[in-house]
């Protein structure tokens, strides 16, 4: 029968252990297995194992002891023999290994395993219970050897030996190569370890099992500046010196998110940077995790911190709007006024609105040129008129209306009802090149397809919840109570959470009378960015959410751009594999 494979770990795969005991346990209430194996000296391969020895503590008291011989079922090396004192004739009367891996599970049993090059031995550990049909049960691991690189200076001890580390700290109990006498003198080089562990504010196991990773000097050094915060839902400021913020991050456990600042998980090389400036860490608490993300957006929009990437500058946003003229024409501009009506937007940059301007032009008879047409006098014609690329209404060749229902009204009906016109067109022109084998010239007029679509579906999907003056809507937390939300054209007026056994009615009117006054204006997001008005799309439109009144109806177009989203996917999917 083939043994299951198995390859032995390294000390970064036993820190990241599902098991059950939390973070935040104090050292001194943690309880240790101090673990050590004698073997025949090859590989883990599921036996080899001579001798187990295992010391439980807590709080410095010894709770029980597991040691014993093992047969291991092949012949000792001589070698093994000297250096252990273990023979051939002592391992005979010995349990095999499936015989002692009952006792010894048990024994591990809601404990921290701690042993010296915790590698070697949980491989040993974890093989046999492969091939022994046992499972493994993935305690969380303390690394006495990796601790002490961490601890201890070059200038303290020459090497991290155990016993090296044992006669530094003068252990009562040192090392012999017997795995019982190995473990005990562990368990007084992991007290020594732990007294050295305060002097580096880790008191905790999570702590402890963290400051083996190999963090840097200035991740070590600010780790304090995690303590106190609240584990609640909310908004971390990153503050230098002079009160600047350096960094604005959110999460739905604010304590929890800034300590892995300080692990060995974090490696951007700017947040490492960032670190070295802080010096106090400011949480704004939350109701929930929208208003988090909310209240995070507006911090980042507001002070444009150094080392936030995203959304620090949601108002360079620019739109395609229809001039106000005989002939309107499509305008490219920074923001919407109170007049303008037919419009597409926000664009994230320039050349995503420059796409869909081509797209449209492409698909539609809007005039190109910048110059302000007069129904009473003419212009000379560009070189599009003479391609036929344009209907010439600089000559007067269109009238007001017809340009109105072949140009100006088609692009306010694609934008704001069914853009099929503008796809059917789009599509058309596709064929067209590629039947033509001009394939590149497909795949420019493609990526223009997908940028008028991306851009008609995210506008049309903000006016209708732009639209509505008033909504609210509840969602259950995760401790039974319920999450409150009141929206007003698009921005989060208030937010609150109602706790188990508050009525939320109650809760709710409290937040409708003190939640903030928004009043409309132009576009999909007149009194919030569109990255907002999408989060609280996104929450709202989760199974578990809840409507609870609004004052307009919460709708879209039904023939909008949004029943064109496998096209989209389409053309976005080859625009990935051109």
């Known amino acids: ?85 273990i023979t051939q004739a002592m391992l005979l009367p010995a349990p095999p290994i499936e015989q002692v891996l009952p006792s010894l599970l048990e024994f591990l049993r809601d404990a921290v395993l701690v042993a010296h090059n915790a590698p070697y031995d949980v491989g040993f550990l974890k093989a046999a219970c492969a091939r022994h049909g046992y499972a493994w049960p993935n305690p969380r691991v303390l690394d006495t050897a990796a601790l002490a690189r961490r601890a201890l200076t070059t200038d303290e001890v020459p090497n991290r030996k155990l016993g090296t580390l044992a006669a530094y700290f003068r252990t009562p109990r040192q090392p012999s190569h017997r795995a019982l006498a190995d473990a005990q003198a562990t368990v007084d080089v992991l007290h020594g370890l732990i007294g050295r562990l305060g002097g580096h504010r880790v008191d905790t196991i999570g702590g402890a099992i963290e400051f083996c990773r190999a963090v840097s000097p200035a991740q070590r050094r600010k780790r304090h500046l995690a303590d106190g915060l609240p584990r609640v839902p909310g908004v971390y400021i990153f503050r230098a010196a002079d009160d600047r913020p350096l960094y604005v991050g959110t999460s739905v456990d604010i304590a929890t998110r800034v300590r892995s600042y300080f692990t060995a998980a974090e490696k951007r090389a700017r947040i490492s940077e960032m670190l070295a400036a802080a010096q106090r860490v400011e949480a704004v608490e939350c109701a929930h995790a929208l208003e988090a993300e909310v209240r995070e957006l507006r911090l980042i929009a507001a002070h444009a911190p150094p080392y936030n990437r995203r959304s620090k500058y ?68 560009c070189a599009l008129a003479e391609l036929g690329r344009c209907a010439a209404p600089c000559e007067h060749r269109i009238s007001v209306a017809d340009y109105e229902r072949r140009a100006a009204g088609e692009f306010r009906r694609a934008t704001t009802e069914d853009p099929e016109a503008v796809v059917a067109a789009l599509l058309e022109r596709i064929e067209t090149l590629s039947s033509a084998q001009r394939y590149e010239e497909a795949a420019v007029v493609r990526g223009r397809l997908a940028a008028v679509l991306r851009a008609t579906m995210r506008m049309q999907r903000l006016l209708g919840l732009a639209r509505i003056a008033e909504l609210s809507a509840a969602r259950r937390s995760g401790d039974g109570g ?61 199974p578990e959410t809840r409507l609870v009144a609004t004052s307009e109806p919460w709708a879209s177009p039904v023939r909008g751009a949004a029943r064109f989203r496998d096209l989209l996917t389409t053309a976005e999917a080859a625009a990935g594999n051109w």
């Open 482 to 542: 319920w999450e409150l939300a009141v929206v007003r054209h698009g921005r989060l007026a208030g937010a609150a959470l109602a706790r188990p056994g508050v009525p939320p009615r109650a809760t709710l009117e409290q937040v409708l009378a003190t939640a903030e006054t928004v009043r409309p204006g132009p576009g999909p997001v007149p009194n919030a960015t569109a990255e907002e008005s999408e989060r609280i799309l996104s929450w709202l439109e989760r």
């Open 1 to 85: 029968m083939a043994q299951p494979e198995y390859v032995q770990d390294t000390i970064e795969g036993l820190f990241d252990s599902p098991a059950g005991i939390p973070d935040d346990l104090p050292l001194h209430r943690t309880t240790f297995v101090v673990l050590d194996l004698e073997t025949t000296g090859g590989s883990p391969d599921g036996g080899g194992i001579t001798e187990v020895g295992a010391v439980k503590v807590r709080g410095g008291e010894e709770l029980g002891v597991l040691a014993t011989l093992v047969n291991p079922g092949e012949p000792i090396p001589p070698f093994i023999t000297v250096l252990t004192g």
């Open 314 to 381: 949601p108002q360079r946003v620019v739109w395609l709007k229809l001039t106000s003229e005989a002939y309107p024409r499509l305008s490219m501009v920074a923001k919407l006024s109170a007049g303008d009506e037919a419009y597409l937007g926000p664009f994230t940059s320039r050349r995503a609105a420059g796409l869909a301007a081509d797209a449209l032009h492409d698909a539609l008879p809007l005039r190109q040129c910048t110059h302000r047409l007069s129904t009473r006098s003419t212009l000379p014609a």
